[in-house]
């Protein structure tokens, strides 16, 4: 089966017609031959760019030489005013510092100590999708973000999505979502750091908002650990966790910017990822009853479940492949290197892509299509050592990528056990690369209750 793939663009483009069909998305904008080479090299007004889909270049980028290959600050740009200086965007010495930090609280048995809660957000997301369950269909993104915003409140301080402070947090950044595209005019100038970003006014006004509730959230729960009285959450392990070099914790400050990167990469990210993992349930009806089947067995609550949910983890992570929510990672290089025999000057745009990695011809057998199964093949696992980074890979890992791997597949199975899903007749979603990648119009399914 083989769902949807954006179209590629079709000859060249004029530098300005690029430059608006990039901003609206990422994944149209550039030609298919991406999907079998093994590297491409861009030149445009100001910008030389490297992409790298050879395993042996990507793997040195991201796990061998990251320290050469920092992250790029004009993808950074438009992501500032919501993230500041969130781990997200930092390099360098407070990147390292943010990570001693944060990691602690993301490692081994603290994942365990979350699933209560990935779990009560998962059953209160049955609970909603059975309720609107009928005739008429649902969109399902927007249900999958309201879903993963409620594990992100429920994991780190502890309160559900109907809280009032966390229900604000949620309408104020899909208003964010509304105003800023992923890639503003910064990235493609090379403009000092003192120069203003050219940002709307409206993503300016719902970044201050976002930031200003979750600024509430944090000076909470500083009160609450003071007095003794903090719940034992993410929150709370960050917040008392000392940077075992330096002595210091987060102060406030610090503590609102890596707020704004979880519920970015642990809601936004988490939401695209489901969404489109349901949409491909619902072209494959057997497939729907199989994972049904297993998470009638299986599914208890308890954090050992997660394991025994093979088939859901499968198809979870096939879609993850289809549809990975960051399509691009972009580094700088930090010094001269050279890349197939080609020089990488300091300041060129080095790009690793997931999306173009996940659907590598040269990689993966039938890389467009829906094959859960492949997982369990010995030729799956080795296309998926060097095409499957949907979490980044090396020393920038994202941090939640076992608490993502947790909450999908379970929120998924939940889903599968209560639902039947199928699609809407003239409605196949197009995907195409925002923040995340999300579908041009949004994924709507019928939702029908199991008996």
Request: aromatic share 8%; net charge positive.
């Amino acid at each position: 089966m083989i769902p949807p793939k954006p179209p590629s663009r079709q000859g060249r483009f004029a530098f300005f017609r690029y430059l608006r069909t990039f901003r609206r998305d990422i994944l149209s904008a550039n030609p298919e031959r991406l999907y079998r080479a093994k590297m491409a090299e861009f030149r445009i007004p100001f910008l030389h760019t490297f992409l790298v889909n050879e395993p042996a270049l990507w793997k040195r980028v991201l796990t061998e030489a990251p320290r050469d290959f920092p992250k790029s600050p004009r993808m950074a740009a438009g992501l500032e005013p919501l993230l500041g200086q969130g781990v997200f965007l930092t390099n360098g010495a407070l990147w390292e510092r943010q990570r001693r930090i944060i990691d602690p609280a993301f490692e081994g048995g603290r994942l365990r100590d979350t699933f209560p809660a990935i779990w009560a957000a998962g059953e209160a997301t049955v609970a909603r999708l059975r309720a609107r369950a009928g005739a008429a269909p649902v969109e399902v993104e927007a249900e999958m973000s309201h879903s993963t915003a409620d594990v992100i409140f429920r994991t780190l301080f502890s309160v559900p999505i109907e809280d009032r402070t966390a229900s604000a947090v949620f309408g104020a950044f899909r208003a964010y979502q509304g105003t800023q595209p992923l890639i503003n005019l910064a990235a493609f100038l090379p403009l000092p750091r003192w120069m203003p970003r050219f940002h709307r006014r409206a993503t300016l006004r719902a970044a201050r908002r976002i930031l200003g509730l979750i600024g509430d959230l944090v000076a909470a729960r500083r009160a609450a650990i003071a007095e003794g009285r903090a719940p034992d959450d993410l929150a709370t392990k960050i917040m008392t966790m000392a940077d075992p070099l330096d002595g210091r914790p987060f102060d406030d400050a610090e503590m609102v910017d890596q707020v704004a990167v979880f519920f970015l990469a642990g809601h936004e990210t988490s939401a695209s990822a489901l969404g489109w993992a349901l949409y491909l349930l619902a072209l494959d009806p057997d497939l729907q009853d199989r994972l049904a089947d297993e998470a009638a067995r299986e599914l208890t609550p308890d954090f050992g479940s997660v394991s025994r949910l093979k088939l859901a983890r499968d198809v979870f992570r096939e879609a993850l492949r289809l549809y990975p929510p960051v399509p691009m990672m972009v580094r700088e290089a930090a010094c001269p290197a050279d890349f197939r025999g080609r020089r990488v000057e300091t300041g060129a745009q080095v790009v690793v892509s997931p999306w173009h990695l996940g659907r590598h011809q040269g990689i993966w057998e039938e890389p467009d299509a829906f094959c859960p199964a492949r997982w369990q093949t010995a030729e799956g696992r080795a296309s998926a050592r060097d095409g499957f980074i949907p979490f980044s890979a090396g020393p920038r890992v994202c941090t939640g990528a076992g608490l993502a791997m947790v909450e999908g597949p379970l929120i998924l199975a939940m889903i599968a056990r209560d639902l039947r899903l199928a699609p809407v007749e003239g409605r196949v979603p197009v995907p195409q690369a925002q923040l995340t990648v999300r579908a041009a119009e949004g994924i709507w399914l019928h939702l029908t209750p199991r008996p």
